[in-house]
Nanobody
Framework: QVQLVESGGGLVQAGGSLRLSCAGAGRTFEPYIIGWFRQAPGKEREFVAAVRWDENMTWYADSVKGRFTIPRDNAKSTMYLQMNSLKPEDTAVYYC??????????????????WGQGTQVTVSS
């Protein structure tokens, strides 16, 4: 029902910016929550940010609050992760995920039904 494709990852220096895309995030007739998660080598997958697609309601991890935002382009059914003031500890594979609004706990990866394949973000010193 929902297919998500991440793009926009790459190599950036600390303090720089990068924008990731999650195509297909808004291509549904049902209300969804779309989330961003990341997983660094040797670490568990962790929550980054999420948005309730049909409302302007967002959630952010404390580690990224004030640096990352999740703008949307409804016409393109795409959600973005705008990452500013990047730090080396932001290095990870970043995933977007989707789930029905009423079934998702935004910070809990296990409650999402659909996942993209991920895109690598590497932040150098």
């Amino acid at each position: 029902q929902v297919q998500l494709v991440e793009s926009g990852g790459g190599l950036v220096q600390a303090g720089g910016s990068l924008r990731l895309s999650c195509a297909g995030a808004g291509r549904t007739f049902e209300p969804y929550i779309i989330g961003w998660f990341r997983q660094a080598p040797g670490k568990e997958r962790e929550f980054v940010a999420a948005v309730r697609w049909d409302e302007n309601m967002t959630w952010y991890a404390d580690s990224v609050k004030g640096r990352f935002t999740i703008p949307r382009d409804n016409a393109k059914s795409t959600m973005y992760l705008q990452m500013n003031s990047l730090k080396p500890e932001d290095t990870a594979v970043y995933y977007c995920a989707a789930g029905l609004r009423d079934l998702v706990v935004p910070i809990n990866a296990a409650t999402y039904d659909y996942w993209g394949q991920g895109t690598q973000v590497t932040v150098s010193s």
